[in-house]
């Protein structure tokens, strides 16, 4: 199983379980750690943990993959859960905006993770103009995110 297949079925059992802004980031040629990052959302601790489990477990289920190493706690709000080649950061909504990884990995494509030919064409419409919109989200808060971390040092600041 090659890492792309495998991160698109990480993205796939992620959706399963309701994790928001799914996104495959091609980072061959960019990182020498990995190839692929999945990068979604979790809204509370016990999605964290759903989401987490439900990729740990199918692909060892399913397909025989055991990640090589689980990182992170429900307290840090992110999780990473690393298969050969391909990295799945699961973040809160705040850590995510907070970190932008999209953002820092900015000239890495970014790849569908679903499987188009499965998909009837009213579906493959709705599937880009949701890329689309989650494209024009992420560089909104991508572009929030320096300026609260500015804001943020500017309040310490006055504190001390």
Known sequence: MDALEIARLCAKYA??????????????GLSPVTDFFVICSA???????????????QMRKEHGQKPLFVDGSY?????????????????SPEKREYYALEE??????VLPWQEETSLPPAA??????????KK????????????????KKAAARKKA
């Open 104 to 109: 820092l990995w900015g000239d890495a494509p």
């Open 43 to 57: 809204v509370s601790s016990p999605q964290l943990r759903a989401v987490r489990d439900e990729i740990v477990e």
């Open 124 to 133: 493959k419409k709705a599937v880009a103009k949701k890329v689309t919109a």
């Open 136 to 151: 024009a989200v992420t560089k909104k808060a991508a572009r929030k995110a320096p300026a609260k971390k500015a804001a």
């Open 75 to 91: 307290e840090s709000q992110w999780l990473i859960v690393n298969f050969p080649n391909v990295l799945v950061h699961i973040q």
């Open 15 to 28: 959706d399963d379980k309701k994790a928001e802004e799914i996104v495959l980031l091609d980072l061959r």
